[in-house]
């Protein structure tokens, strides 16, 4: 079992920063794929970025060049690196972690490796 804990939300104006960060409980297999994810109201959950144990990323299209996922190995934390942020960027921001698992790419850091959750963040950004 692993645990998450999110801090470093906030409210900033449009065009500010923020950095989240993920502390886990423990670094093991289950911390081999990490990742952040967000929800806004009435909105569905969505990928925002993800790191595998080795510092692979991916970011979705819309917060390529803004966002920056990275990770700190020796200190069990996982951090997001928010710039230039936008109103539509407004939304609970949530840690996810878990094992590599098969799926239709292989095996890897797929849909089933978000086996563990934080409490979520909240990112506000004001026009």
């Known amino acids: 079992q692993v645990q998450l804990v999110e801090s470093g939300g906030g409210s900033v104006q449009s065009g500010g920063s923020l950095r989240l960060s993920c502390t886990a409980s423990a670094y093991t297999y289950d911390t081999y794929c990490m990742g952040w994810f967000r929800q806004a109201p009435g909105k569905e959950r969505e990928g925002v970025a993800s790191?595998?144990?080795?510092?692979?990323?991916n970011y979705a299209d819309s917060v390529k060049g803004r966002f920056t996922i990275s990770q700190d190995n020796a200190k069990n934390t996982l951090y997001l690196q928010m710039n230039s942020l936008k109103p539509e960027d407004t939304a609970m921001y949530y840690c996810?972690?878990?094992?590599?698992?098969?799926?239709?790419?292989?095996?890897?850091?797929?849909?089933?490796?978000?086996?563990?959750w934080g409490q979520g963040t909240q990112v506000t950004v004001s026009s």
């Open positions: 790191i595998d144990r080795y510092g692979r990323t």
């Open positions: 996810a972690a878990g094992p590599r698992t098969m799926y239709s790419g292989g095996y890897g850091c797929g849909p089933g490796s978000n086996r563990y």
